[in-house]
């Protein structure tokens, strides 16, 4: 059921610049914490290999495997130029002596009194929260690459831009044409990536009678109803619809999806409604629409405004709990003006 007509027609105004910026999990987003530690300062910089073997055999940190064991002195008042970490402190952690820090297997000599340094608790995920963690201790970083170019507006080129504008467009349009019949202003496409070809487009289609047609909701049940399935009756608003994927059209090259059996739904062997779709959005969607976008395994989601109750990065991260049986990419911010102004928040 491709849109009749230029039920599409319309423009959008121009705006200022976008950026896609990635909405990370909430351990990628949170402050470094840190937790109590005892160091002691290397006094016998000759005796510095053999402590940092002894040390490490005695007092393994399995648990913060990203602590390097020797620092630089960071106090140019003191005349030594390396400190040793020696182990965790625990919540009380007190006055220590090195005879009651180190097992026996340690040979003290070099060491002066240990203090204690906090120290960060995990390993850094993102660069911003490695400068933090070496701010108080050295640490390893695993750098993921992505991560690091999304977070700098890096990870897309012109040409995807152009296409994620595009697409937004389309949303941008279809809630327009939701709000010209007087319904909430929030519009969303399905698109498949690997073809750039857009299954569906739906907005908020809500009423006294159906108080859970959310944009996402009508967009996830026009992609089923393009396969074949869906349930929801939506023939009275012609700016949603959906392309057939079942028919021969469905099945043109690029337009097929690459599935890995955790693709699959267990029980019937079919791939779940979504997977390796994105979904564009005009606003960032709710608690409910985010947990429908888990069920129907959405590869990524795109969305302009956001939300105060949005479950995408305002209140939740749903899209990136671990205990979720399925995660996926979110960037906020595309054509952000123009979607902000469809359906400010009062
Ligand atoms: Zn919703």
Sequence with gaps: MEPRGNLEAGSVELG???QALPVLSEQQSEAV?????????VLDPRQTSRLVREVSAALPLPSQPHLKRVRPNPDAQRPHALELLLCLAGPRPGTRTLAELLPPTVDARGLGPPFLAPVPARPPLTRAQFEAARAHWPSTFHEDKQVTRALAGRLFSAQERARMQGHMERAVRVAQQAAARGLRAVGAVVVDPISSRVLAAGHDCCSDTSPLL???????????????????????HPACWFASTTGPQGARPGAVRKLEREDLDGEDGLPYVCTGYDLYITREPCVMCAMALVHARIRRVFYGSPSPDGALGTRFRLHARPDLNHRFQVFRGVLEHQCCVLDPDT
């Design 33 to 41: 914490e840190l937790v109590p530690a005892f160091a002691a300062p």
């Design 16 to 18: 200022p610049p976008w």
């Design 214 to 236: 959310h944009a996402t909701m009508v967009c996830i049940d026009l992609v089923a109803q393009g396969q074949g399935c869906g349930a929801y009756d939506l023939g009275t």
